[in-house]
């Protein structure tokens, strides 16, 4: 059921628009509607029926509106926005409205609204000034105000009894003249705005359709459409004004219709209703292309999109459209006739100084709804962290949204002890380190001690690589100082050395220094070409193309992390061609179009290519030659140039040699008495066990594995004994020697 508001709520709202005009406010208030009432008689004569002098009531608001901000005179024209208190009070009528099941908002109904805020000078003022009288107040005015419906009857609106006889169009349509208010200000826009204004004057074709991504500001453009429209705005031309923008609900239009001719009645209730009420009203459509399709049962059956043509074709009635491009090239652009029949334009994505600016504008209305204060940084930080972070979604809606999680989250969880609560940068990055599943410290864009310390704490678990480990920190570095394409990876790396050396420890050690995710793929799996296609999607018409693609959905998942792509070699000839335009343009487009974003991933590639040439290194006259550095000249003969050409590293790992054994036994045994903490046991190895281990566990053909395998065939076994039957089983201390390690 739709809710209207009577004339004399309309003629409040009138005079609230003139008096902020004269003040040069940027925002009515319920300050603004309680001026305006004071020219209304039903008010004027409640208020001095309950002792309160008018005097006062004028001289105390005038004076407030002396005090507030006003917009420079150098700005010329402006749009006059609704503030967040006066929009909740709105809001608040509305809804003890709809919930009593009438039809219509009266004065009364306001003014409740208004003195249940809690920081409001307006409310403060009646509260004040009634005392003892508000109850009684408010029952007075009830009953002055039942002149309104009397009058709203026998007007141009319907009786309340009658209305849904005689005009039932009005239950499926919304009138957005009258809800523009409870809805955020459009700002900006202007060229969009004036382009849509310019189509409906048009004699013929005068029907707009607005196509852009999803959360550009569609929608908004025809809200602030209809404020201009209400509030007389200068740019609107002799030919709109007065006109009034119904939102039809496809929905509503839809539900119940159980047999053939009911939806078609209903379209036709609706277009005949609007304009029979006047020749200057505009219909609006959100999501139009669902009109294709909508109402038919079959194939060559009539459906919305063509009852609406003779509408469309008709100088009697406009229509306003929106769509995002994939619905419009899916469904609204096989319709030849409607496509001919609009006028498209383009809502681009804002930039982010224009976002910045938009938030800027938005940032009162923000507040005075949460309770908080905004500080700038936090702001400009939403705009740039949202651009940057959060995939798939478009500005302004995404860093609109940032700040508003931020405000919900700042009104719930108080700063102790300060007056201002404020929502700062390091709450925003907090909130947005738990939407984008990546550590709050990467997004930090001043806090760079955890990066400048980046080198010695990987260097620190992984040894005698420094060369390796410094070239995949100048990577991340580089990035985080800008100085890297946008548009690419932040690093594209081919880890190539012998097994068992640190090429995957290093992807896992730099994933868990950064805060963010590892996303491993085990390239041994793809070895088939049709496995390769996995990784974006199975074409139509194959099995596995409704599940999608592994590689894209793991991206869209976690857009923030390490992405291993193990022992790449073995993957099928296809993979390459996969992964240029992931190291060239950062884009990977799956089977269903959807692109996944890889400029936050750090991509890495082990490869054990040319392992069984690098046993000759160190053969003939060049024994300089390390096991790597030949392992290095066939990955160019197994690699495409252009693949090699498109990496920003290829890091060599240097062979094993006895120190880095030693490091790498030392932190082996370590980790493994961290486990033998937990059951309070303490071991000690002798220094003939220790030389044992790593004489046992130390190769070159097979790098740290063998010593992974040496802990586990001769000191575990011997450790387990003894925790489960000897005399480690309520905990102890024990002495490995070498002896007992042989098994002596």
Same mark, same amino acid.
């Given at each position: 059921?739709?809710?209207?508001?009577?004339?004399?709520?309309?003629?409040?709202?009138?005079?609230?628009?003139?008096?902020?005009?004269?003040?040069?406010?940027?925002?009515?208030?319920?300050?603004?509607?309680?001026?305006?009432?004071?020219?209304?008689?039903?008010?004027?004569?409640?208020?001095?029926?309950?002792?309160?002098?008018?005097?006062?009531?004028?001289?105390?608001?005038?004076?407030?509106?002396?005090?507030?901000?006003?917009?420079?005179?150098?700005?010329?024209?402006?749009?006059?926005?609704?503030?967040?208190?006066?929009?909740?009070?709105? %809001?608040?009528?509305?809804?003890?409205?709809?919930?009593?099941?009438?039809?219509?908002?009266?004065?009364?109904?306001? $003014?409740?609204?208004?003195?249940?805020?809690?920081?409001?000078?307006?409310?403060?003022?009646?509260?004040?000034?009634?005392?003892?009288?508000? &109850? !009684?107040?408010?029952?007075?005015?009830?009953?002055?105000?039942?002149?309104?419906?009397?009058?709203? /009857?026998?007007?141009?609106?319907?009786?309340?009894?009658?209305?849904?006889?005689? *005009?039932?169009?009005?239950?499926?349509?919304?009138?957005?003249?009258?809800?523009?208010? %409870?809805?955020?200000?459009?700002?900006?826009?202007?060229?969009?705005?004036?382009?849509?204004?310019?189509?409906?004057?048009?004699?013929?074709?005068?029907?707009?359709?607005?196509?852009?991504?999803?959360?550009?500001?569609?929608?908004?453009?025809?809200?602030?459409?209809?404020?201009?429209?209400?509030?007389?705005?200068?740019?609107?031309?002799?030919?709109?004004?007065?006109?009034?923008?119904?939102? =039809?609900?496809?929905?509503?239009?839809?539900?119940?219709?159980?047999?053939?001719?009911?939806?078609?009645?209903?379209?036709?209730?609706?277009?005949?209703?609007?304009?029979?009420? &006047?020749?200057?009203?505009?219909?609006?459509?959100?999501?139009?292309?669902?009109?294709?399709?909508?109402?038919?049962?079959?194939?060559?059956?009539?459906?919305?999109?063509?009852?609406?043509?003779?509408?469309?074709?008709?100088?009697?009635?406009?229509?306003?459209?929106?769509?995002?491009?994939?619905?419009?090239?899916?469904?609204?652009?096989?319709?030849?006739?409607?496509?001919?029949?609009? +006028?498209?334009?383009?809502?681009?994505?804002?930039?982010?100084? !224009?976002?910045?600016?938009?938030?800027?504008? =938005?940032?009162?209305?923000?507040?005075?709804?949460?309770?908080?204060?905004?500080?700038?940084?936090?702001?400009?930080?939403?705009?740039?962290?949202?651009?940057?972070?959060?995939?798939?979604?478009?500005?302004?809606?995404?860093?609109?949204?940032?700040?508003?999680?931020?405000?919900?989250?700042?009104?719930?969880?108080?700063?102790?002890?300060?007056?201002?609560?404020?929502?700062?940068?390091?709450?925003?990055?907090?909130?947005?380190?738990?939407?984008?599943?990546?550590?709050?410290?990467?997004?930090?864009?001043?806090?760079?001690?955890?990066?400048?310390?980046?080198?010695?704490?990987? /260097?620190?678990?992984? @040894?005698?690589?420094?060369?390796? $480990? #410094? +070239?995949?920190?100048?990577?991340?570095?580089?990035?985080?100082?800008?100085?890297?394409?946008?548009?690419?990876?932040?690093?594209?790396?081919?880890?190539?050395?012998?097994?068992?050396?640190?090429?995957?420890?290093?992807?896992?050690?730099?994933?868990? *220094?950064?805060?963010?995710?590892?996303?491993?793929?085990?390239?041994?799996?793809?070895?088939?070409?049709?496995?390769?296609?996995?990784?974006?999607?199975?074409?139509?018409?194959?099995?596995?193309?409704?599940?999608?693609?592994?590689?894209?959905?793991?991206?869209?998942?976690?857009?923030?992390?390490?992405?291993?792509?193990?022992?790449? !070699?073995?993957?099928?000839?296809?993979?390459?061609?996969?992964?240029?335009?992931?190291?060239?343009?950062?884009?990977?487009?799956?089977?269903?179009?959807?692109?996944?974003?890889? #400029?936050?991933?750090? $991509?890495?590639?082990?490869?054990?290519?040319?392992?069984?040439?690098?046993?000759?290194?160190?053969?003939?006259?060049?024994?300089?030659?390390?096991?790597?550095?030949?392992?290095?000249?066939?990955?160019?003969?197994?690699?495409?140039?252009?693949?090699?050409?498109?990496?920003?590293?290829?890091?060599?790992?240097?062979?094993?040699?006895? +120190?880095?054994?030693?490091?790498?036994?030392?932190?082996?045994?370590?980790?493994?008495?961290?486990?033998?903490?937990?059951?309070?046991?303490?071991?000690?190895?002798?220094?003939?066990?220790? *030389?044992?281990?790593?004489?046992?566990?130390?190769?070159?053909? @097979?790098?740290?594995?063998?010593?992974?395998?040496?802990?586990?065939?001769?000191?575990?076994?011997?450790?387990? #004994?003894?925790?489960?039957?000897?005399?480690?089983?309520?905990?102890?201390?024990?002495?490995?020697?070498?002896?007992?390690?042989?098994?002596?």
């Amino acid at each position: 059921m739709d809710i209207y508001y009577t004339h004399k709520v309309n003629q409040a709202f009138h005079d609230m628009h003139e008096t902020a005009e004269h003040y040069r406010h940027e925002f009515t208030t319920p300050e603004h509607f309680i001026y305006a009432l004071l020219k209304q008689y039903e008010f004027n004569k409640t208020l001095i029926d309950c002792g309160v002098d008018l005097n006062i009531v004028n001289k105390s608001l005038k004076d407030y509106f002396e005090k507030m901000e006003r917009v420079p005179e150098d700005i010329g024209q402006y749009t006059i926005g609704t503030s967040e208190q006066l929009r909740a009070a709105l %809001l608040n009528a509305y809804q003890t409205v709809q919930n009593s099941s009438a039809q219509y908002i009266y004065v009364p109904h306001i $003014v409740r609204g208004i003195l249940g805020l809690k920081e409001s000078f307006a409310a403060y003022l009646l509260k004040n000034l009634l005392g003892e009288w508000q &109850s !009684e107040f408010m029952s007075i005015l009830v009953g002055r105000y039942e002149e309104d419906h009397d009058q709203a /009857s026998t007007g141009d609106d319907v009786e309340e009894g009658t209305e849904e006889d005689k *005009e039932p169009w009005r239950k499926m349509v919304t009138c957005l003249n009258d809800t523009y208010m %409870l809805h955020n200000p459009l700002i900006g826009r202007k060229d969009e705005l004036l382009r849509t204004i310019q189509v409906l004057c048009r004699k013929e074709k005068n029907n707009p359709l607005h196509i852009g991504e999803p959360g550009v500001g569609k929608t908004a453009i025809v809200y602030g459409l209809a404020a201009w429209i209400d509030t007389n705005n200068y740019q609107v031309p002799k030919r709109l004004k007065g006109s009034k923008i119904y939102q =039809l609900d496809l929905g509503t239009l839809l539900a119940g219709t159980q047999f053939r001719g009911d939806f078609e009645k209903r379209i036709k209730e609706v277009m005949d209703g609007i304009i029979s009420e &006047s020749d200057n009203n505009i219909v609006y459509i959100d999501e139009i292309h669902n009109l294709v399709g909508a109402g038919g049962n079959s194939e060559g059956t009539m459906d919305a999109s063509n009852m609406l043509k003779p509408y469309l074709e008709s100088a009697r009635i406009r229509f306003i459209g929106s769509t995002t491009y994939e619905e419009y090239n899916r469904h609204f652009s096989k319709s030849r006739g409607l496509v001919r029949r609009f +006028q498209q334009i383009d809502i681009a994505e804002p930039s982010a100084a !224009e976002t910045l600016e938009i938030l800027k504008q =938005l940032k009162k209305s923000y507040e005075q709804f949460h309770g908080v204060y905004y500080a700038d940084k936090a702001l400009e930080f939403a705009v740039s962290a949202s651009a940057k972070y959060i995939n798939e979604r478009f500005l302004p809606d995404k860093a609109i949204d940032l700040i508003d999680e931020a405000g919900a989250y700042r009104e719930m969880n108080h700063l102790y002890g300060q007056k201002r609560q404020t929502v700062d940068k390091a709450l925003v990055a907090d909130i947005l380190a738990k939407t984008c599943k990546v550590d709050a410290l990467a997004m930090k864009e001043d806090d760079n001690a955890a990066l400048e310390t980046l080198y010695e704490r990987i /260097s620190s678990k992984i @040894y005698g690589q420094d060369q390796a $480990v #410094r +070239q995949v920190v100048e990577a991340v570095q580089l990035s985080k100082a800008g100085l890297l394409d946008d548009d690419k990876p932040l690093a594209s790396l081919l880890f190539v050395g012998p097994t068992g050396v640190g090429k995957t420890e290093v992807a896992r050690v730099l994933a868990k *220094e950064l805060g963010i995710s590892l996303v491993r793929f085990d390239m041994s799996e793809y070895t088939e070409k049709h496995t390769v296609a996995k990784l974006i999607g199975s074409p139509a018409g194959y099995v596995g193309y409704e599940d999608g693609g592994l590689l894209t959905d793991a991206i869209r998942k976690t857009p923030n992390c390490v992405l291993l792509l193990d022992e790449i !070699e073995k993957a099928h000839q296809d993979i390459y061609n996969i992964l240029l335009q992931v190291m060239d343009y950062a884009k990977l487009t799956d089977n269903k179009g959807r692109k996944a974003d890889f #400029r936050n991933v750090i $991509v890495i590639m082990t490869s054990n290519a040319g392992a069984q040439y690098a046993a000759q290194a160190n053969i003939g006259f060049s024994g300089n030659v390390s096991r790597g550095e030949a392992m290095l000249k066939q990955v160019k003969k197994t690699f495409k140039p252009e693949f090699i050409n498109r990496l920003s590293g290829t890091v060599v790992f240097n062979d094993m040699d006895r +120190q880095m054994a030693t490091l790498i036994l030392r932190k082996k045994l370590g980790e493994l008495q961290e486990k033998l903490t937990a059951k309070k046991v303490v071991m000690t190895l002798s220094d003939e066990a220790f *030389e044992y281990l790593l004489k046992e566990g130390f190769t070159q053909e @097979y790098g740290a594995r063998e010593m992974d395998r040496v802990i586990t065939g001769k000191l575990k076994p011997l450790l387990m #004994r003894e925790i489960l039957f000897g005399s480690l089983r309520k905990g102890g201390k024990i002495t490995i020697t070498e002896g007992k390690l042989k098994g002596s």
